[in-house]
């Protein structure tokens, strides 16, 4: 018989490993919702991320900080040192290249992610750091305790949270309006006095800013850190937002909850050692039956 208990622990570990895809995801289908780009560097703003929390962390520790108040000092320096990367990366590896052939900016991206991963390599170290715990148990915590962390809730209120934030943001305010118009024709934004290059730098800084935080709680719930995590997670990420539909905001959190609860189902029942192959074979499965993702082409207007 089936143990129903041990189902719903794995259900709630996989939807909690897909927000931690769907946060990194959806830095990944705004910007390539805009200009058709995938930033292959999105995963190493992560990894930064989560090195500027461990460093912050330390210092608020020593300092005499504690507890929920180290956490948002950490993710909120982490967002505006991640922000900064962004921006620099799409300034200086890019811009130069946006009227370039395709081939060009994606190499180009290739090769930021590589630079990054080294450099974080050389000034850092190549080992794996003891990451501190920032999130402490929550007091209504214990009948959840077995299926969830407290950390674990965080990032689905995080998660949940981002999609309705980002959702409003391209639909009601005047950046979003801009995003829009920039996704649709280029061109014609610039005609109608839309600066295109604010906005793409803009999608870069939310995006990088969505990772960041992503790689202080994604940190703060493994334990550990060390300069390679962007690599898998941004890979995980990009699998995710192309399961659900890149360049849609609601698809990539479908695409990395569908991503999260089949790995962990597969890891469940038949063999953790095979748990990328329950993920890439879904990838290769959806597609084969809905070339644009899950939600590819249930939503009009993308981003």
């Given amino acids: 018989p089936m143990d129903f208990q041990y189902l719903f622990e794995l259900l709630c570990s996989g939807v909690v490993k897909g927000s931690i895809y769907a946060l990194i995801a959806l830095g990944y289908t705004m910007v390539y919702g805009i200009i058709q780009l995938i930033n292959f560097a999105h995963g190493e703003i992560y990894m930064i991320g989560a090195f500027?929390?461990?460093?912050?962390?330390?210092?608020?520790?020593?300092?005499?900080?504690?507890?929920?108040?180290?956490?948002?000092?950490a993710a909120v320096i982490a967002a505006i040192y991640s922000a900064s990367y962004g921006f620099t990366l799409e300034r200086i590896a890019y811009r130069p290249l946006r009227n370039a052939p395709r081939l060009s900016p994606l190499i180009s991206a290739i090769g930021a992610s590589i630079f990054l991963m080294n450099y974080v390599q050389i000034a850092q170290t190549p080992d794996f750091l003891p990451f501190p715990e920032l999130v402490s148990d929550f007091d209504f915590m214990e009948p959840l305790s077995r299926y969830l962390s407290s950390v674990d809730l965080v990032i689905l209120a995080v998660t949940t949270l981002t999609m309705i934030a980002l959702t409003v943001l391209i639909k009601y305010t005047r950046i979003g309006k801009a995003m829009r118009a920039t996704q649709q024709d280029m061109v014609m934004a610039r005609l109608v006095g839309v600066n295109v290059d604010r906005v793409i730098s803009a999608t870069f800084i939310?995006?990088?800013?969505?990772?960041?935080?992503?790689?202080?709680?994604?940190?703060s719930r493994t334990g550990q850190i060390n300069a390679a995590i962007g690599f898998t997670a941004g890979l995980k990420a990009f699998t995710a937002a192309v399961l659900g539909g890149i360049g849609n905001i609601p698809g990539?959190?479908?695409?990395?909850?569908?991503?999260?609860?089949?790995?962990?189902?597969?890891?469940?029942?038949?063999?953790s050692a095979y748990e990328d192959v329950f993920a890439f074979g879904l990838l290769v499965l959806i597609l084969t039956l809905r070339p644009a993702g899950l939600l590819g082409k249930a939503v009009k207007q993308k981003v």
């Avoid at 500027?52 to 300092?63: E, H």
């Avoid at 479908?254 to 038949?270: M, R, S």
């Fill in 206 to 219: 939310i995006g990088s800013v969505l990772a960041a935080i992503a790689g202080v709680l994604i940190a």
């Fill in 252 to 271: 990539a959190v479908l695409g990395g909850l569908v991503l999260g609860i089949a790995e962990t189902l597969g890891a469940g029942y038949i063999s």
């Fill in 52 to 73: 500027v929390a461990f460093i912050v962390a330390g210092v608020a520790t020593l300092s005499g900080f504690s507890g929920f108040s180290v956490l948002i000092l």
